[in-house]
């Protein structure tokens, strides 16, 4: 079994302690601040070019200095706006000590070259290009990019290596009255630190010990809204490991678009399930004038029971009023539905931990080989995939390039809204999904989103063939950590 996953196990049969070390200075993050947003970056005459430079360096987080590894300073970086049809041209500066590389989260760009490729590896002390052309029908919504090299990914992710992107639209399919919502990005993440520093090493990073979330990279920020005051909020779970259960009391969030898909139709929740990597967009109207929290509710994931916590403040304003706007029931988008197209063929996937191989966790019994690939659909058919999981712990499962839909969890039909990149298999459970493999050829993975478990071997690599062509080895897989 390997060390670190020992040293969880001991951690849920110990009392919790403090994280720190005795004669480091404390990183002690001021509460209540203002909420502000990530730094934002907007495409121009078709072209958004931004420079993202890594590395190891002291930082500002909610009005203390600390440690990390961020981009550009920052443990949020910029947030990137585009729209279809553009090109992205993201240089890094890779000055981490490590190697790395960029994935551009939930978006249906190519995987080949220099676009959303993740078996490039970008050496340290290196600056590369990564550009991606955005199809002129991509769908609008939230995505996010992050560092995804195979076995440091983690600990880049818990570092600060990543960021929102926001694919523009959303509010033209929303009824004219709504198009003038304000608008708030918020990117939900945590921190485990020791003394003055962000834990950087993936050997001590342990999602058991006590953590710190923030929203924006802020500790219990305060924001608001009028009362009958309709805003656009853009909720994205951008941390390494955890789930939140996000629930603003006393309101309803309002689904417009789930994992930068706009939704087929408009649903409402008091509490949305945001595990690592999933993204929602929600109207929501404000109550009762007074001042309510924005927290994650009680979750259990299955390896820890995840508590009750504070995220924010927010403040609704008076005198008390009835929602300012109507709500749709549907968007001005057609429904694009997988469901009733035909299925070429029937995959099943078995998530799974052996605690005995140091590649600890598994996808058909076989860790992540990154030499290999495992699954090889042709580009233009549709397949469905039973995803088992025989685990104490909820998996949440993603997969590069082309959403999808689900149709069964547990056995029971499921009534989707919409397309997602992230589903949850449910701790001894199942889902059924349908895979539309659309446009682009070449190599790409699924995994667990859960950083820990997919830099531990929950990984698998498609190959999405022409009629035909023959699989290959991943291009460049040589240069991942393994």
Request: proline fraction near 8%; charged fraction near 20%.
């Amino acid at each position: 079994m390997p060390e670190v996953r020992i040293v969880a196990i001991l951690a849920l049969l110990l009392p919790a302690v403090a994280v720190g070390t005795q004669g480091e200075p404390e990183w002690k993050p001021e509460r209540g601040l203002p909420l502000t947003e990530p730094a934002q970056v907007y495409s121009h005459d078709g072209l958004l070019r931004v420079d993202l430079a890594a590395g190891r360096r002291t930082i500002s987080l909610s009005g203390s200095r600390i440690v990390a590894r961020p981009f550009n300073g920052r443990l949020i970086g910029p947030t990137l706006h585009v729209r279809p049809g553009d090109r992205l041209e993201v240089t890094i500066q890779n000055a981490t000590g490590q190697r790395t590389n960029i994935h551009y989260h939930g978006m249906h760009v190519s995987p080949r070259g220099r676009s959303d490729n993740v078996f490039r590896t970008f050496h340290p002390g290196q600056t590369v290009k990564s550009i991606v052309h955005v199809p002129a029908d991509h769908s609008p919504g939230t995505y996010w990019y992050h560092v995804h090299l195979h076995g440091l990914t983690e600990e880049q992710v818990m570092g600060g290596m990543s960021g929102l992107i926001m694919v523009e639209g959303l509010k033209k399919l929303l009824p004219a009255p709504l198009q003038g919502v304000r608008e708030r990005q918020l990117a939900i993440r945590d921190v485990q630190h020791k003394g003055d520093s962000v834990v950087l090493d993936a050997a001590e990073i342990n999602v058991t010990k006590p953590t710190t979330r923030l929203v924006n990279g802020l500790l219990l920020p305060r924001f608001g809204l009028r009362s009958g005051e309709t805003q656009l909020w853009h909720i994205a779970n951008i941390g390494a490991d955890i789930f939140y259960d996000v629930q603003l009391a006393g309101h309803r969030l309002h689904v417009i678009g789930e994992n930068g898909s706009p939704v087929w139709r408009v649903w409402s929740k008091r509490h949305l399930v945001l595990p690592p990597g999933k993204r929602y967009d929600v109207l929501v109207q404000g109550g009762k004038p007074g001042t309510y929290p924005l927290r994650t509710l009680k979750f259990d994931e299955g390896f820890q029971l995840l508590p009750t916590t504070k995220l924010a403040s927010v403040t609704v304003r008076g005198p008390a009023a009835e929602p300012d706007l109507d709500l749709p029931r549907r968007l001005d988008t057609p429904a694009e539905s997988p469901a009733s197209l035909p299925v070429r063929k029937r995959r099943t996937f078995t998530f799974s931990f052996d605690f005995a191989d140091k590649e600890f966790a598994h996808i058909n019994g076989e860790a992540f080989d990154p030499h290999e690939t495992n699954v090889a659909p042709l580009v233009g058919t549709v397949e469905e995939w039973t995803l088992r999981n025989v685990t104490t712990e909820d998996h949440p499962f993603h997969i590069h390039v082309n959403d999808f839909q689900v149709m069964k969890v547990n056995g029971k039909p499921y009534h989707a809204n919409g397309l997602q990149d992230v589903v949850i298999i449910p701790k001894h459970g199942s889902v059924v999904i349908r895979n539309p493999f659309d446009r682009y050829t070449g190599h790409y993975v699924f995994h667990c989103h859960i950083l820990n478990h997919e830099d531990g071997g929950m990984m698998k690599t498609v190959q999405v063939l022409r009629k035909g062509q023959k699989p290959t080895p991943p291009p460049g897989a040589h240069g991942m950590a393994h």
